[in-house]
């Protein structure tokens, strides 16, 4: 058994982990910026993963002691229309008084953020286990 492979895979999901988190936190940030750097209303992002398998990351294909790493593969953007809110005395409104706002449902953004912080701590209590298991191992060899 390789503890440094599970260690290695673990890692590898913390990183994808704390960069979701990241672009969580950015959406709940921007659920009310009606107007960005392009002019338009900010547009929610999702992080997609791919896991990366040992022969695509230059390992020996019959190495099998490693498993596939988790990986951000892109990050892309929702494509929902934003919400029409009205608001007449908004700077962004149109002559109708409605402003567009971003489709961001701040209880969907932290459903995602507990999800991603469970598989954070999920994947932190692997690398404790495995530290944990070596450490025992080094001193039974002695």
């Known amino acids: 058994m390789d503890l440094l492979a599970g260690i290695e895979n673990s890692a590898a ?3 994808a982990q704390k960069f979701r988190m990241d672009i969580i936190s950015q959406n ?3 659920a009310q910026t009606s107007r960005g750097l392009d002019g338009k209303p900010y547009q929610r992002k999702e992080v ?4 990366l398998l040992p022969k695509q990351r230059g390992m020996d294909r019959n190495d ?3 498993g596939p790493l988790l990986q951000v593969a892109r990050i892309q953007h929702d494509q929902t229309p934003p919400r029409m809110v009205h608001m007449p005395g ?3 409104a149109d002559n109708n008084g409605m402003v567009a706002m971003p489709s ?3 209880h969907r953004e932290m459903v995602d953020m507990i999800s991603s912080s469970r598989a954070y701590e ?3 209590s692997v690398i404790r286990s495995a530290r944990s298991m070596a450490e025992k191992a080094m001193a039974m060899g002695r």
Not at 48 to 51: H, I, K
């Open 90 to 92: 908004h700077p962004d």
């Open 13 to 15: 999901a913390l990183e």
């Open 122 to 124: 999920a994947n932190l």
């Open 104 to 106: 961001i449902n701040i």
């Open 48 to 51: 997609v993963f791919e896991n």
């Open 28 to 30: 709940i940030a921007n």
């Open 64 to 66: 099998m002691t490693s």
